[in-house]
């Protein structure tokens, strides 16, 4: 019995540290920038994978990225006024074809493949009067105040 229950102690921590090991593994992974798109005046999409998954780390990483995110991919593009809004998109399973009314289709592209599917991981959006607003999907909205510090906003 002693070596059965030492055997399942074992496992159990083997099991542990290989599931740790992957989380690491998960979290510490490049995001990979597969496309850019501009659609109409400030509004911009970025095509992502291996975004990161809390909404600190997907704030954290635009903190840290939107200068090479402007300087290599001319993102964000504001209008004439200085608003912008940018999407970070899941590329997925790449590009598809349109299915008439549920898929994301990009203009700058030629059909039949120019479509993905919708599934907004995170969006940066830029006025005036609000400031910078933090959107992560699945999560919760924030703002950068005046001193830099990111605020927490609730959605109504």
């Given at each position: 019995m002693k070596i059965k229950?030492?055997?399942?102690?074992?496992a159990l921590l083997l099991a542990g540290i290989l599931l740790s090991i992957y989380a690491l593994w998960l979290t510490a992974r490049p995001v990979k920038i597969v496309s850019i798109h501009h659609r109409?005046?400030?509004?911009?999409?970025?095509?992502?994978?291996?975004?990161?998954?809390?909404?600190?780390?997907?704030i954290n990483w635009w903190l840290k990225n939107k200068k090479i995110l402007?300087?290599?991919?001319?993102?964000?593009?504001?209008?004439?006024?200085?608003?912008?809004?940018?999407?970070?998109?899941?590329?997925?399973?790449?590009?598809?074809?349109?299915?008439g009314y549920d898929r994301l289709?990009?203009?700058?592209?030629?059909?039949?493949?120019?479509c993905i599917?919708?599934?907004?991981?995170?969006?940066?959006?830029?006025?005036?009067?609000?400031?910078?607003?933090f959107t992560v999907y699945n999560?919760?909205?924030?703002r950068l105040d005046k001193d830099g510090n990111i605020v927490e906003i609730s959605r109504k």
């Open positions: 229950y030492k055997l399942v102690s074992y109409s005046s400030g509004f911009s999409d970025v095509l992502v994978k291996s975004f990161p998954f809390t909404d600190k780390s997907k402007m300087e290599k991919y001319h993102v964000p593009a504001p209008d004439k006024n200085g608003n912008f809004d940018l999407t970070f998109w899941s590329y997925g399973e790449g590009y598809k074809e349109t299915d289709c990009f203009d700058d592209m030629k059909p039949p493949l120019n599917e919708k599934d907004a991981l995170f969006t940066v959006n830029k006025s005036p009067n609000l400031g910078t607003v999560g919760g909205d924030y």
